[in-house]
C-alpha cells in the first residue's frame, strides 16, 4: 500500500473505510469531548455498537475558532491495521523476522538476491526537505497556545492538556533524534508542562545536557542529582541551579505511522523516524525547525517550537491516566515556546486515557504484536505474549515458552524485567506452550492448579512505572513473577504430573458425525 502522506490522507482513508464520524454539534473541550469519545470508544454508539466505536472529527469546539479535534483515530483493531497499512497487525511482525533473519550473504548469487532488501531498507530513513506544510504558518511572537482546542479529560485534571504529541529532542552528546509521546499541561500561552517520565529517552537527553552544563559551569554534581530527579518529587535549592537549555520541538497530527512510532519502546539509540519510515514503506520527510536545532515531520498539522531550562521544575498534575486513576502531582521541566507553525486550518489531534478498552488500548496492542519478535531475539524461548488491557500493559505479562531446562521460566522472568520498558512489568505469569495465552479462561484454569504459590511466586526490587500508585516509593517498587509452568523433578518436584482432561480423536470424530443425527442442531 500507499503510505499515508499526512493526517489530512488518513482522515480521507478512514472516512472512506466508514471508520469516522463527524459532529457538527457544539461541544466543549472541558470534560464534554471525553464523555462523548469514552461511550463512543467502549462501544455505546448505537450505529457503531462494536468494540473501539468510530474515529470522531469534533467540527465545532466551542471556543477553538474553526479547529476541529480529531480523536480516537487509532481505537480499534481496524483503524491500527489501516494505520500500519497490513491486514494483520502480525504481517509487521513478519516483515520485522524477516529482517532479522538476514544472514550473510554467501557468493554472488546471494549478494544479487539481497538487493532488493538493501533497497527496501534505504527507504526507512527519513529525508530532509526544504519546506512542507507546516510551514503554511509561521508565528515567531503574538502566538497562544491557548488558541487550540486543548482539551480538559477528567474533573480532577490540573488543567488542559496536550496529549498525543510527538515530542522532538536530540541527544546532547551524539546527536541522535529521539521521539517520544509524552504528555503537556498547558501553564499559559506560551509555556507546558513536560512529562517526560525518568526512564525515558527525553529525558536521559535531559540529564546529558545537565552534566553537560555542570562540567562545563562548575555547579556541584548535588544539583545535577536533583534535577535529574524530575518526576520524583525533586525541588531546586535557590543558588544551586545549573544553566541552560535543552531544545525540544513538538509535532502534533502527524500522519499515522509517525504519530504510532512516538510510542513504541523502541531500544534507547534506535530513532523513531526510522522506525516510521520501516512502517510506512516510505522515508517520513523533516523539515528543519526556525527556532531551534531540530527538524520535525514537514506535514505535521500543527509544530510548537522551544527549550526546557535545565535549572527549572514546576508541578505538573494530577491527570486522569491510563490506569484508572489519577496520577498524582509531581515536578517536571518546563517547555518554553519561541515559535509556533501549523498548516493552514489546522487540525487538532488528540486521545483521551482512562479506564480501559480506550484508544491507547489497540495501540498497545499493536505494540505487543509488532515486539514479539524483537523479544525473541533476547529470548528465544518465548512462544507467545499477551498484555490483556486491563492489566494496562506494565501491570500484567502473560507469556507462554517452550521450556528446556530446570528454571527456565524464572530465566525468562528476569530477561524480560531487564528489556528496554518491559522492565516495569509488576506482575509476569509464565506458562507452558500449551497455554493459549490469549484465552484468559485457559491461562486461569492451568496457573492455579498448577502453582503452589510458596514456591513458584518470585518477588524482586527493581523500577516502576511512574504511574504506580502503590509502590512503596515513586518509581522504584517490587515486582512479582508466577512460574505456571509444569514443575520437573529436576526442579525438585517429584510427584506424579496429572495429564489434561481431553476426549481421544476417535471419540469427537464418531461425534462430529453423529451430531446432527443426535437432533443437536
Ligand atoms: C497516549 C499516550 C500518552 C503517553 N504519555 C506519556 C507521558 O506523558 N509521559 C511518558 O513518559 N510516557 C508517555 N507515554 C508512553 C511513551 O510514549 C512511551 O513509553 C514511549 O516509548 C517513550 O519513548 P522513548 O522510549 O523514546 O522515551 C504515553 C503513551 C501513550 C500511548
Ligand atoms: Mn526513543
Known sequence: ?????????????????????????????????????????????????????????????????????????????????????????????????????????????????????LAEMGKFFPKVVKTGPCKEVIKKKDFSLLDFPVLQCWPQDAGR?????????????????????????????????????????????????????AAMGGESSAAVDIMARSGGGARLAEGDRPSGTLDVAVAIGTDPATTFSAIVPAPPEVEEFIIAGFLRQSPVELVKCETVDLEVPATAEIVLEGYVKLDELRTEGPFGDHTGFYLLEDEYPVFHMTCITNRKNPIYATTIVGKPPMEDGWMGKAVERIFLPLMRLTLPEIVDVNLPVEGIFHNLM????????????????????????????????????????????????????HIDPERDIQFTLGPVDSLDHASRLPNFGSKMGIDATRKWPTEGFTRPWPDEILMDEKTKELVDKKWKDLGME
Open 1 to 117: 500500500m500507499k503510505a499515508y502522506e499526512d493526517l489530512r490522507e488518513w482522515i480521507a482513508a478512514l472516512e472512506k473505510a466508514g471508520e469516522l464520524k463527524r459532529i457538527s454539534a457544539e461541544v466543549d473541550p472541558v470534560l464534554e469531548i471525553t464523555e462523548i469519545t469514552d461511550r463512543v470508544s467502549k462501544g455505546a454508539a448505537r450505529k457503531y455498537g462494536r468494540p473501539g466505536g468510530p474515529a470522531l472529527l469534533f467540527e465545532n469546539v466551542r471556543g477553538a475558532a474553526g479547529i476541529p479535534v480529531l480523536i480516537n483515530q487509532f481505537g480499534s483493531e481496524r483503524r491500527m491495521q489501516m494505520a500500519l497499512g497490513v491486514e494483520q497487525l502480525d504481517e509487521v511482525a513478519e516483515r520485522i523476522r524477516h529482517l532479522l533473519n538476514m544472514k550473510s550473504p554467501e557468493g554472488f548469487l546471494e549478494k544479487i538476491k539481497m538487493l532488493p532488501t
Open 398 to 449: 502473560i507469556v507462554s515458552i517452550r521450556k528446556s531446562y530446570p528454571g527456565h521460566a524464572r530465566k525468562v522472568m528476569n530477561g524480560i524485567w531487564a528489556l528496554g520498558q518491559a522492565m516495569f512489568t509488576k506482575c509476569i505469569v509464565v506458562v507452558d506452550e500449551d497455554v493459549n495465552v490469549h484465552d484468559i479462561g485457559d491461562v486461569v484454569l492451568k496457573v492455579f492448579n
Open 161 to 213: 492538556f496536550i496529549t498525543l504529541p510527538c515530542v522532538i529532542t536530540r541527544d546532547p552528546k551524539t546527536g541522535k533524534r529521539n521521539v517520544g509521546m509524552y504528555r503537556l499541561q498547558i501553564y499559559d500561552a506560551t509555556s507546558a508542562g513536560m512529562h517526560w517520565q525518568r526512564q525515558k529517552v527525553a529525558a536521559e537527553h535531559y540529564r546529558e545536557k545537565l552534566r553537560m552544563a
